[in-house]
């Protein structure tokens, strides 16, 4: 059994909330028993940092999207979105958009278990993500916003591993990485650039080189990179 509520212009949005969500639309069908709901038109979501102890109905801990703040609250905008409240899974749709802080998501589909905190996202995907790494001149530590694109985006929180697959393309503090497939490994603290891995068709701008190849492999502990298939074009 559902019900289906639906704002009126006396009323504006409907408003649906439990411990975990906070969901505003026009439109919010919700499944009687249970934690479903499927909401519509102007969708506004917002995530909240899961309380200590926390745990969906099959008893695995809740979850932030680990390539966020544990800690602070999450935003997000889309056409739909469709929630299960027992696993803590959601899907935004349609001119999806996934934020905190300078962290951001944005493509037409934007799923996240939160069950694990593994998060993906298709149909041509953009992403902007807090990172640190070395400055290769002061040797310091610097905070930065990491630019990615590609037509899939998947990150699993068990690796600390975002990739980015089809088109895909990462502008870092360490250079410009196109390729078929782009890999960034993170700390554990989530932000330290740990590793990059790319393959097919690899290009690499510095500030003053452009390395062509097949395979890329960057090691921030070595901070060395080696190419496979290597053309320098100074």
Excluded: C
Aim: proline share 3%.
């Amino acid at each position: 059994h559902g019900i289906t509520v639906v704002a009126t212009p006396d009323h504006g949005a409907v408003l649906v909330e439990d411990e975990r969500v906070k969901v505003d639309a026009v439109r919010i069908n919700m499944t009687l028993p249970g934690h479903k709901l499927v909401a519509e038109d102007g969708v506004t979501t917002l995530l909240k940092p899961a309380k200590p102890g926390a745990t969906t109905a099959s008893g695995s801990k809740t979850k932030i999207p680990g390539i966020m703040q544990q800690d602070q609250q999450v935003n997000g905008k889309s056409d739909k979105l469709t929630y299960n409240g027992d696993t803590s899974a959601m899907e935004l749709s349609g001119n999806a958009t996934l934020w905190q802080g300078d962290t951001k998501i944005q493509g037409p589909v934007i799923q996240i278990d939160g069950s694990t905190g593994n998060l993906s996202a298709s149909g041509g995907v953009r992403s902007w993500m807090v990172v640190q790494d070395t400055n290769a001149e002061t040797k310091e530590q610097e905070r930065s916003v990491a630019r990615g694109v590609g037509q899939e985006m998947a990150y699993d929180d068990s690796l600390r591993k975002v990739t980015y697959v089809k088109e895909a393309n990462l502008v870092s503090p360490q250079g410009d990485v196109k390729g078929n497939t782009v890999v960034l490994f993170l700390g554990a603290n989530g932000q330290d650039i740990d590793r990059l891995h790319a393959v097919g068709n690899v290009t690499f701008k510095e500030k003053d080189r452009i390395t062509v190849g097949e395979e890329l492999n960057y090691s921030a502990a070595s901070e060395e990179y080696t190419m496979a298939g290597t053309k320098d074009k100074l």
